[in-house]
């Protein structure tokens, strides 16, 4: 998936995939990238995922260490306003 408006870039990366003998299923995280050259903030809905999920915010630039002081989560299909430009970047969490 990838989304672009104007000077903005949106992109899901997701790694399944099978080792080279055929047998074994590689499955890593699933990243959602947010990235923003816009003047102004701008606001994503964060798109959706099989199973019930959560995206989780381990990265944002608009914190002053890049990353959230403490765990934040976002139920699919919440809307998330990235500051103007800036980047973030989310990771899927299943449910437990």
Same mark, same amino acid.
């Given at each position: 998936?990838?989304?672009?408006?104007?000077?903005?870039?949106?992109?899901?990366?997701?790694?399944?995939?099978?080792?080279?003998?055929?047998?074994?299923?590689?499955?890593?995280?699933?990243?959602? &990238?947010?990235?923003? +050259?816009?003047p102004e903030e701008l606001p994503f809905t964060l798109p959706p995922h099989s199973g019930g999920v959560d995206w989780e915010l381990i990265l944002d630039t608009r914190s002053p260490m890049g990353t959230?002081?403490?765990?934040? &989560?976002?139920?699919? +299909?919440?809307?998330y306003s990235l500051d103007e430009h800036s980047q973030a970047l989310f990771r899927l969490r299943k449910e437990e």
């Open positions: 998936m990838l989304l672009q408006h104007r000077a903005t870039v949106a992109a899901k990366l997701c790694h399944d995939e099978v080792d080279r003998y055929g047998r074994n299923r590689i499955i890593d995280d699933t990243l959602l &990238t947010l990235m923003s +050259a816009e959230p002081e403490s765990p934040v &989560t976002f139920r699919v +299909a919440d809307v």
